[in-house]
């Protein structure tokens, strides 16, 4: 089972929210897949799609809970084993819909009202609204992978809507176009986390914490194996740099020629061209230390330096 579906699964369990919170979860519901149908005369029904059956079950609920209205499941079986059956809603088109829709703020005008505020006043209403989304339209990546969570919509309006109530949280949620979808999205771990406990999936967010320990623990070794790495390609690199030094030295100045010091530690980098600066230090038998040693190396690249830049003046 997908990491989405049981997120969705136990969303769908959740059914003790007082009346203004089935209000508000049941809008966002709607609003995510939700189709309105308007039949001939102007009278308003509503379908609604899901491919999970408890999510179906939870909107019959909260649709028979809010409406006295005819509401009926149809479910299409999946003709070929890897598809989903689909489970449709229709609550069969009647002036009494029309009247409580529009009571629920969702019609206006004869089609779909854009503004949820009213609906928004309180936390417990925000949060319900944020669940209702997710069941409707929601997706989150198993932790194991990259974190990603989106709540899908083809309706602009309720995306902004969902996006600015996920920003008044402090979650730091994107938006994007994806063809005609708007996709509201979080791709940080922590987001992702509050999220799911913001809407009451407490099972999941263990899950997801759980996952999250092991993976951050394996992200930090392999952090700090990538930095030993990186200081050993630095090493290798500066080792790199001055053994052309050293070697330009040797073909024009010539080595023997250089003061004492500097024909030392020349040879000694000639002699052990991988060693690290404390690998030096240790074969020079202590005669002298890091900083010392570093100083002549350093030297020596700006003698090379000079020397280039003399070659190309004379040129
Ligand atoms: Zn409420």
Known sequence: MSFSIEVRNE??????????????????????????????????????????????????????????????????????????????????????????????????????????????????????????????????????????LELVTANETFAKTLYKLLRAQHLPAGITERKHDSVVYLKDGDAISAFLGLVGAYQAVMKFENVRVVKDMRNQVNRLVNCETANLQKTVNAAGRQLDAIRLIDQTVGIDNLPNALRETAKLRLEFPEATLQELVDVSRGKLGKSGINHRLRKLEEIAIEIKAGDNSET
């Open 11 to 148: 969303l769908a369990r959740i059914l003790d929210d007082g009346k203004c919170c089935s209000t508000a979860e049941l809008t966002a519901l709607l609003r995510m897949g939700g189709t309105l149908l308007i039949i001939g005369s102007g009278v308003p029904g509503l379908s609604f799609s899901t491919e999970n059956a408890a999510v179906a079950r939870k909107a019959l609920t909260l649709i028979r809970q809010e409406f006295s209205v005819a509401a009926e499941v149809v479910v299409t079986r999946a003709r070929r084993l890897q598809k989903r059956n689909t489970y449709k809603i229709r609550i069969i088109p009647s002036p009494a819909v029309a009247e409580l829709l529009t009571s629920l703020g969702i019609l206006a005008g004869g089609g779909w009202a854009g503004d949820d505020s009213a609906l928004l006043r309180k936390p417990c209403c925000r949060r319900a609204y944020l669940r209702g989304a997710f069941l409707g339209g929601g997706s989150v990546n198993k932790p194991e992978g990259d974190y990603h």
